[in-house]
T-cell receptor, first 113, second 114 residues
Framework: NAGVTQTPKFQVLKTGQSMTLQCAQDMNHNSMYWYRQDPGMGLRLIYY???????DKGEVPNGYNVSRLNKREFSLRLESAAPSQTSVYFC????????????FGSGTRLTVV | GQQLNQSPQSMFIQEGEDVSMNCTSSSIFNTWLWYKQDPGEGPVLLIALYKAGELTSNGRLTAQFGITRKDSFLNISASIPSDVGIYFCAGQPRGGGSQGNLIFGKGTKLSVKP
């Protein structure tokens, strides 16, 4: 029972490079989320998908795009990485919007140089 | 937007001490949740509260859903070294606010007293 799996765990990018962070859950959850965590800022919502086929912006969407590939997978793409996107990124899932808590992945630590 | 004020921001613990932290909001919440994040890991759910006044324990951890529905408290009794980490409160606003998403506090960082 893996829960929420994120890949990669660590990544270093050069400014301007692109990459996709992958997230998959095996709990048959409907809702999925991408957060970034920076020191002193807590968890900030980037994008979310309330259900398969829908995506919406969160608090800090600029510079990111997402794809809800299917019910299991929700990817986050940085088209042109900037040093301000250096952060730890967490994917989370939930049975449905408005119900219960989130299950988080173990995170991707991204450094943009 | 809606915010949760979590305090304290950080605290130092000595083994055996009791620890308290809280979260407050200006609006009403239907659900309160407490998470713990160990270094290098994602947050893990500790306790979920669904009714005003509810008091729930998980081992040495006890959390309460405030009767005003605008606050919640987490207590850790007889702390041990593995209690260090960041504790987050999270809430589900009443009426589907925040698009049905949870709102998180900024966290309380527990460290060991030098």
């Amino acid at each position: 029972n893996a829960g929420v799996t994120q890949t990669p765990k660590f990544q270093v990018l050069k400014t301007g490079q692109s990459m996709t962070l992958q997230c998959a859950q095996d709990m048959n959850h409907n809702s999925m989320y991408w957060y970034r965590q920076d020191p002193g800022m807590g968890l900030r919502l980037i994008y979310y998908s309330a259900s398969e086929g829908t995506t919406d912006k969160g608090e800090v969407p600029n510079g990111y795009n997402v794809s809800r590939l299917n019910k299991r997978e929700f990817s986050l793409r940085l088209e042109s990485a900037a040093p301000s996107q250096t952060s730890v990124y967490f994917c989370a899932s939930r049975l449905a919007t408005g119900t219960y808590g989130y299950t988080f992945g173990s995170g991707t630590r991204l450094t943009v140089v | 937007g809606q915010q949760l004020n979590q305090s304290p921001q950080s605290m130092f613990i000595q083994e055996g001490e009791d620890v308290s932290m809280n979260c407050t909001s200006s609006s009403i919440f239907n659900t309160w949740l407490w998470y713990k994040q160990d270094p290098g890991e994602g947050p893990v759910l500790l306790i979920a509260l669904y009714k005003a006044g509810e008091l729930t324990s998980n081992g040495r951890l006890t959390a309460q859903f405030g009767i005003t529905r605008k606050d919640s408290f987490l207590n850790i009794s007889a702390s041990i070294p593995s209690d260090v980490g960041i504790y987050f409160c999270a809430g589900q606003p009443r009426g589907g606010g925040s698009q049905g998403n949870l709102i998180f506090g900024k966290g309380t960082k527990l460290s060991v007293k030098p």
